[in-house]
T-cell receptor, first 111, second 115 residues
């Protein structure tokens, strides 16, 4: 059975801190790994990673994939209160090419 | 460009009843997938429709069903509701089938409470 595990489950930091969120996976026929941010209801897309070792970057957020060790990290530098959200990791794989989500990391950034 | 629209946003049902949820994808998107989100289980894949055909299905009982219309709008139905069906049901649309493009656009969800 495909599995995606995120850690930590929750994290509380202060503005300006740097955080690293982890995602490990066991998926057959891996195709890609996706990161989403869920603030209230609708998750919004952050990154898609398909190749090992290539960093994707968007402003203060960056992510990298290690296909050998089967994990990805999402880094957020100089955190702001607006970064408070649930960060979801999902992997595309399996025979049905479906998304398997992790349980998410709840990030709280205090002023 | 309008986003993914889900209706109703909130609903309360009692055990044994059935419910139908609706999802209108972004204009031009042909793929609609449904997810159930609960605090304990996280986001779980229900099924995906593309061009009116169910393409993929998750591990949910047959009480969960869906369909897609020619205009790409989709509905999901849950029959004989159980307390454990209380959840946020999210719909996501994409232009292509599956998630090979990576970017799914999610609606804000329908919050179902079963009493």
């Amino acid at each position: 059975e495909d599995k995606v595990v995120q850690s930590p489950l929750s994290l509380v930091v202060h503005e300006g801190d740097t955080v690293t969120l982890n995602c490990s996976y066991e998926v057959t026929n891996f195709r890609s790994l996706l990161w989403y941010k869920q603030e209230k209801k609708a998750p919004t897309f952050l990154f898609m990673l398909t190749s090992s070792g290539i960093e994707k970057k968007s402003g203060r957020l960056s992510s990298i994939l290690d296909k050998k060790e089967l994990f990805s990290i999402l880094n957020i530098t100089a955190t702001q209160t607006g970064d408070s959200a649930i960060y979801l990791c999902a992997v595309v794989g399996g025979s049905a090419r479906q998304l398997t989500f992790g349980s998410g990391t709840q990030l709280t950034v205090l002023p | 460009k309008a986003g993914v629209t889900q209706t109703p946003r909130y609903l309360i049902k009692t055990r044994g009843q059935q419910v139908t949820l609706s999802c209108s994808p972004i204009s031009g998107h042909r793929s609609v997938s449904w997810y159930q989100q609960t605090p304990g289980q996280g986001l779980q894949f229900l099924f995906e429709y593309f061009s009116e055909t169910q393409r993929n299905k998750g591990n949910f009982p047959g009480r969960f069903s869906g369909r897609q219309f020619s205009n790409s709008r989709s509905e999901m139905n849950v029959s004989t509701l159980e307390l454990g069906d209380s959840a946020l049901y999210l719909c996501a649309s994409s232009f292509l089938q599956g998630v090979d493009t990576g970017e799914l656009f999610f609606g804000e969800g329908s919050r179902l409470t079963v009493l």
